[in-house]
């Protein structure tokens, strides 16, 4: 995958000269739209529009459309060259209905079929897949640690998880497949409350909120000394940036964040026996440019791997993702075309 570095809302990649068809990434966020123009395997060209700015998300869609015409004119193309379009976006999967039944972050707009408006606009047909799906798809093909076998953490203000087996993305019979973050993980009576309800989840300790109640928890029980206890508000940055310093209990949260996360991953491996599992998402405590991400990250490897088969430790990896921002438009066109090649097969029916 060719990827340039843009921070502008509307970016071309320059050379559109790549080999194949052309596809359409969309990666629906609470408050931004992306969008990625592929040609074969190559991003020609990204945009994104914040929702705010649009009354309704069918002119934003619309908007989208306009520009990616003008893209495709330059090119001597049209709309009607365009071979796919896939959307991802966050919240849970209905596989029998291909519609989310729930939206995590888009109560404004929690009625309507996006799938459908977004064919609308295009007229063209739309694949649909959960974001975290989509992320972990993308790493699958196009990341660094590519795999046919690769499950996604995503570590943030929850736990998200995608799992992509023989190259394709598993969600279960009822769209929930891969919430490694409601795995329970500790069964006391007394467990923390995860935000779904249920108590002892990964979520509830590996979570933004969850890591900062273990800071809070360690201070309240320790007497040593911490740059956290002069802070009025504490975050998963902050954290970091205090065991980076050399601040023991911030250490120790991270340490024991990376223990349990370490757990759940050897629970999900026996389950999924993947090539590859991934951590991504902004609570990577600096990620592998750091000493604190390493240090996190060499955590969960020392708690993960005595706890599975040797035939499951001896061969897998446990890294950083590595897309960044880019994984949920890469996994949207990616599974936009697999569909697409897939339905196009004789006897095959479009859905």
């Given at each position: 995958?060719?990827?340039?570095?843009?921070?502008?809302?509307?970016?071309?990649?320059?050379?559109?000269?790549?080999?194949?068809?052309?596809?359409?990434?969309?990666?629906?966020?609470?408050?931004?739209?992306?969008?990625?123009?592929?040609?074969?395997d190559?991003?020609?060209?990204?945009?994104?529009?914040?929702?705010?700015?649009?009354?309704?998300?069918?002119?934003?869609?619309?908007?989208?459309?306009?520009?990616?015409?003008?893209?495709?004119?330059?090119?001597?193309?049209?709309?009607?060259?365009?071979?796919?379009?896939?959307?991802?976006?966050?919240?849970?999967?209905?596989?029998?209905?291909?519609?989310?039944?729930?939206?995590?972050?888009?109560?404004?707009?929690?009625?309507?079929?996006?799938?459908?408006?977004?064919?609308?606009?295009?007229?063209k047909?739309?694949?649909?897949?959960?974001?975290?799906?989509?992320?972990?798809?993308?790493?699958?093909?196009?990341?660094?640690?590519?795999?046919?076998?690769l499950?996604?953490?995503?570590?943030?203000?929850?736990?998200?998880g995608?799992?992509?087996?023989?190259?394709?993305?598993?969600?279960?019979?009822?769209?929930?497949?891969?919430?490694?973050?409601?795995?329970?993980?500790?069964?006391?009576?007394?467990?923390?409350?995860?935000?779904?309800?249920?108590?002892g989840?990964?979520?509830?300790?590996?979570?933004?909120?969850?890591?900062?109640?273990?800071?809070?928890?360690?201070?309240?029980?320790?007497?040593?000394?911490?740059?956290?206890?002069?802070?009025?508000?504490?975050?998963?940055?902050?954290?970091?940036n205090?065991?980076?310093?050399?601040?023991?209990?911030?250490?120790?949260?991270?340490?024991?964040?990376?223990?349990?996360?370490?757990?759940?991953?050897?629970?999900?491996?026996?389950?999924?026996?993947?090539?590859?599992?991934?951590?991504?998402?902004?609570?990577?405590?600096?990620?592998?440019?750091?000493?604190?991400?390493?240090?996190?990250?060499?955590?969960?490897?020392?708690?993960?791997?005595?706890?599975?088969?040797?035939?499951?430790?001896?061969?897998?990896?446990?890294?950083?993702?590595?897309?960044?921002?880019d994984?949920?438009?890469?996994?949207a066109?990616?599974?936009?075309?697999?569909?697409?090649?897939?339905?196009?097969?004789?006897?095959?029916?479009?859905?």
């Amino acid at each position: 995958m060719n990827f340039a570095s843009t921070n502008g809302s509307n970016q071309k990649n320059g050379d559109e000269s790549g080999d194949g068809s052309w596809v359409l990434g969309i990666d629906l966020g609470g408050t931004t739209i992306k969008f990625g123009l592929f040609r074969g395997d190559k991003l020609i060209w990204r945009n994104h529009l914040r929702t705010a700015d649009f009354e309704s998300l069918g002119s934003a869609f619309q908007s989208c459309r306009d520009s990616v015409e003008d893209t495709l004119k330059e090119s001597s193309h049209s709309i009607e060259d365009l071979h796919a379009i896939g959307l991802a976006m966050a919240g849970v999967l209905d596989p029998k209905a291909e519609a989310l039944a729930e939206t995590a972050n888009l109560h404004r707009w929690h009625h309507l079929n996006f799938r459908q408006q977004i064919s609308d606009v295009f007229q063209k047909p739309v694949a649909l897949l959960n974001d975290a799906d989509a992320a972990a798809l993308a790493e699958a093909a196009h990341g660094l640690c590519r795999a046919n076998s690769l499950v996604l953490l995503t570590l943030g203000t929850g736990v998200g998880g995608g799992v992509i087996l023989d190259g394709r993305p598993i969600r279960g019979a009822n769209g929930c497949g891969g919430e490694i973050g409601h795995a329970t993980i500790d069964f006391a009576a007394d467990a923390r409350m995860c935000g779904c309800g249920f108590p002892g989840h990964l979520e509830a300790y590996a979570g933004s909120a969850g890591v900062i109640l273990t800071a809070n928890d360690r201070l309240a029980t320790s007497d040593a000394q911490s740059s956290l206890r002069n802070m009025q508000a504490l975050t998963p940055l902050s954290i970091a940036n205090a065991a980076a310093d050399g601040d023991t209990i911030a250490s120790e949260v991270i340490e024991q964040t990376g223990i349990l996360i370490g757990r759940a991953i050897a629970m999900f491996a026996h389950v999924v026996d993947p090539d590859v599992v991934l951590l991504g998402g902004a609570m990577t405590f600096g990620g592998p440019g750091t000493d604190t991400g390493k240090q996190f990250l060499k955590s969960i490897r020392e708690e993960c791997f005595p706890r599975t088969l040797v035939q499951i430790s001896s061969h897998l990896k446990i890294e950083f993702a590595t897309l960044g921002n880019d994984a949920g438009i890469v996994g949207a066109a990616h599974y936009a075309r697999q569909v697409a090649d897939e339905t196009s097969r004789p006897g095959t029916a479009i859905r």
